[in-house]
């Protein structure tokens, strides 16, 4: 059982810039089914950027595919989001999520 996480990585970085977004859970992310990071730009609602679910599998949304990676260390119970080529549009608020459990999410800011 994931009892929370704990977002960090962010900043301010621009555009084309690269940042590495960790979520580290106290419990084992292994006993959800998935692991996920979502964003919420200012005025927008929060969408979902990329999961991992048991057994390591991903699903990342059509925006960030071939730019974000996620990936997880079972050992660590970490979950990385590594962001490459960012644009402007990826600004906003970035968090993460084990079950039901979300972090309190960490700013993530592209200026150009």
């Known amino acids: 059982q994931v009892q929370s996480v704990e977002e960090s990585g962010g900043g301010l970085v621009q555009v084309g810039g690269s940042l590495r977004l960790s979520c580290s859970a106290s419990g084992s992310i292994d006993s959800v089914y998935a692991m996920g990071w979502y964003r919420q730009a200012p005025g927008s609602q929060r969408e979902p950027v990329a999961v991992?679910?048991?057994?390591?599998?991903?699903h990342l949304a059509n925006s960030v595919k071939g730019r974000f990676t996620i990936s997880r260390d079972t050992t660590e119970n970490v979950v990385l989001l590594q962001m490459t080529s960012l644009k402007s549009e990826d600004t906003g608020i970035y968090y993460c999520q084990g079950g039901t459990t979300w972090g309190r999410g960490t700013q993530v800011t592209v200026s150009s």
């Open positions: 991992i679910v048991r057994g390591g599998g991903t």
